[in-house]
């Protein structure tokens, strides 16, 4: 099995990584209260609700 010369530098290594990243795309639930899709744990930006309280109030868009 082939065996590296050198051990890589951190900027490769870290080069390497960070694609890794890019690859996984968020992931979405619906809304319970408006079935708009959030991302799992943060506010839902269209009602504003977080675990079934109002958290913020979201002005509508004119």
Known sequence: ???PK???SRSRQRMRRAYNS???LPQLNSCPQ???PY???RVCPACGYY???QVITV????
């Open 39 to 41: 991302i799992p744990h």
């Open 6 to 8: 050198r051990k890589p």
């Open 51 to 53: 675990n079934g309280r």
């Open 22 to 24: 890019v690859l996984k």
């Open 34 to 36: 408006c079935a708009a």
């Open 1 to 3: 099995m082939g065996v």
């Open 59 to 62: 002005n509508a868009l004119a």
